[in-house]
């Protein structure tokens, strides 16, 4: 299995930026997905997760109402939709999947089989 992110970058506070993590050697319309972020000295943050249907979605409490995930499962790829940015989001995201089965609350909770190798983001103030 092979994630690869990409789209990330620097953008002022209260743009715009959309990241994309491509999947290979996986039926990816089986697996969990989720994005996760960690900036420098922090603890890695569950940014939000996205069911293998694609119809739902849980986001982290700090970037609910102004991230949105999506899926494309012919494709193979996800997108993470990043508006209204702060600098308190800047950070390095990974995509990550899993082949088992996940509830609501293992998107956060649990480890993910497969991590991508993460795209950075800088936001300026």
């Known amino acids: 299995v092979q994630l690869v992110e990409s789209g990330g970058g620097l953008v002022q506070a209260g743009g715009s930026l959309r990241l994309s993590c491509s999947a290979s050697g996986l039926t990816f319309g ?30 982290g409490d700090s970037v609910k109402g102004r991230f949105t995930i999506s899926r494309d499962n012919v494709e193979k790829t996800t997108y993470l939709q990043m508006n209204s940015l702060k600098p308190a989001d800047a950070a390095v995201y990974y995509c990550v999947v899993d082949s088992r089965y996940y509830t609501g609350s293992d998107y956060q909770q649990r480890q993910y089989e497969y991590w991508g190798q993460g795209t950075q983001v800088t936001v300026s103030s």
């Open 30 to 59: 089986t697996y969990a997905v989720g994005w996760f972020r960690q900036a420098p000295g922090e603890d890695r943050e569950f940014v939000g997760g996205i069911r293998r249907d694609g119809r739902t979605t849980y986001y």
